[in-house]
């Protein structure tokens, strides 16, 4: 109860020390230079200006990590779309990497390189919060959600075809396996954060199947965490309950197929936060995980010196957090936060301010 209250008064976001049991990292720094080195896929669009930012900041702050480059232009090999060799390995050498938003051609050309990393590495929980933000006003101000995605199949899985013209079939594949993984997740998280709820989040009315099985492996698998409460709900009635009183969902942690789970934390994105460009992400795997703003490549203001670097930059926050160097991420979550609650000056157009990427930057550094 005394954790429960901590946690609901602190003014941090996402800094914890306490992380699940499962999926965590195992890396070691260099013993030479005493440093942790990360994959970082610079991506997309507004991805190299954002990286810059975190890159800066990561200097500015003394984080002991040094940064590895990778190139992830797609291969195809045996008509499948493929991750070039050399990231594969620096990933896998790292155990964890930093990832900018990768764009995805509409119909044609290459499978969507987000969903081919997190096949290729097993990165079973996506884990989205999305949380209010001091100094920045949205409808509503005591938005603390907490959703875990499934990230490796569902309506994801790439199994599509033409049945006859005008005919076309989409397999939304659920098994027994990849739902234990994550609602395991879900709970262990539940555990190690200190929320006393997990809400499994379906519509296993209608797909009957597919969410039933879902929900049937959650209600298992609850009777090994009897400290938790399970609760089960049709996603319409979340959506619902979720934009009518989101508070009631601040002691909880949604865990939910795939594709509900990337509608559902886009609109916790802006119901709580306001922007996309301040939700972060964790692709969390067994043995690798990759850390990534939850919004996409954002061409409409790409290379303009406009994009808010905060999702990426909290992204990152969890990921030093992951990697155990939690007096670091406390130290640039705060100098992050403090300049959003600091005045328009200091934020980025999305946030209905005034600052450039770059003197956002400049603003968090200074307050480090
Ligand atoms: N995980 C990833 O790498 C993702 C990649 N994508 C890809 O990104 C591309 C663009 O997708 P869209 O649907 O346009 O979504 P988007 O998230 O890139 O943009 C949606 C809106 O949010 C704004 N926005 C996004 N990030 C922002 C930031 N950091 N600062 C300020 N404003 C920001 C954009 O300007 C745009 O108005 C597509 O190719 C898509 O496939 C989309 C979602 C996730
Ligand atoms: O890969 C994409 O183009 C979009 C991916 C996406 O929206 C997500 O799952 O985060």
Redesign the pocket.
Known sequence: MLRLQLARNSRRFLSTKKQPSIGRFTGKPDPSTGKFTVSFIE?????PE?SKSVKDIFKAADVPVQWEKCDVTPLFINGLTTIPDPAVKSIYKNLVAL????????GKGHR???LTLRKTFGLFANVRPAKSIEGFKTTYDNVDLVLIRENTEGEYSGIEHVVSPGVVQSIKLITHDASERVIRYAFEYARAVGRPKVVVVHKSTIQRLADGLFVSVAQDLSKEYPDIELQTELIDNTVLNVVSNPGTYSDVVAVCPNLYGDILSDLNSGLGAG????TP?ANIGHQVSIF??????????AGQN???????LLSSVMMLNHMGLADHADAIEKAVLGTIASGPENR???LAGSAS?SSFTEAVIKRL
């Open positions: 991506g997309d669009g507004v991805g954002i990832k900018g938003p990768l764009a995805t051609p509409i969507s390189l987000n922007s996309l460009g301040l992400s990534e703003a939850v919004h996409g490549s954002a061409p409409d203001i406009k994009a808010n670097p905060t999702a990426l980025t157009g999305d990427t």
